[in-house]
């Protein structure tokens, strides 16, 4: 499975975010997630949708502002954040494993990140 991410750059407190991860090779029966790093700090679980049935997951740093979707046509799970917070910049990540967890080393393949910048 190959992840290309896709979407980051610099948006304004209050607004929305959304970021794309093309899927290449054997997704069916997998979960894809979008995890996020800040600098000098862990990788954290964001939000994952099961590739399958299209059930999702939240993270709590995101919960209520989050949306993860999916589109089997185009094998692309999407992910929109709204009222964006400058405690949301981090570089975001997808991956994509056979089980939904928060640990990020469940998961077996990783997009190479895309920044996302908040500014107040």
């Known amino acids: 499975v190959q992840l290309q991410a896709s979407g980051g750059g610099l948006v304004q407190a209050g607004g929305s975010l959304r970021l794309s991860c093309a899927a290449s090779?054997?997704?069916?029966?997998?979960?894809v997630g979008w995890f996020r790093q800040a600098p000098g700090k862990e990788r954290v679980f964001v939000a994952a949708v099961s590739w399958t049935d299209g059930r999702t997951y939240y993270g709590d740093s995101v919960k209520g502002r989050a949306t993860i979707s999916r589109d089997n046509a185009k094998n692309t799970v999407y992910l929109q954040v709204n009222s964006v917070k400058p405690e949301d910049t981090a570089v975001y990540y997808c991956?994509?494993?056979?089980?939904?967890?928060?640990?990020?080393?469940?998961?077996?393949?990783w997009g190479q990140g895309t920044q996302v910048t908040v500014s107040s």
């Open positions: 991956a994509a494993g056979t089980v939904v967890t928060y640990q990020p080393h469940h998961y077996d393949y």
């Open positions: 090779g054997r997704t069916f029966g997998r979960y």
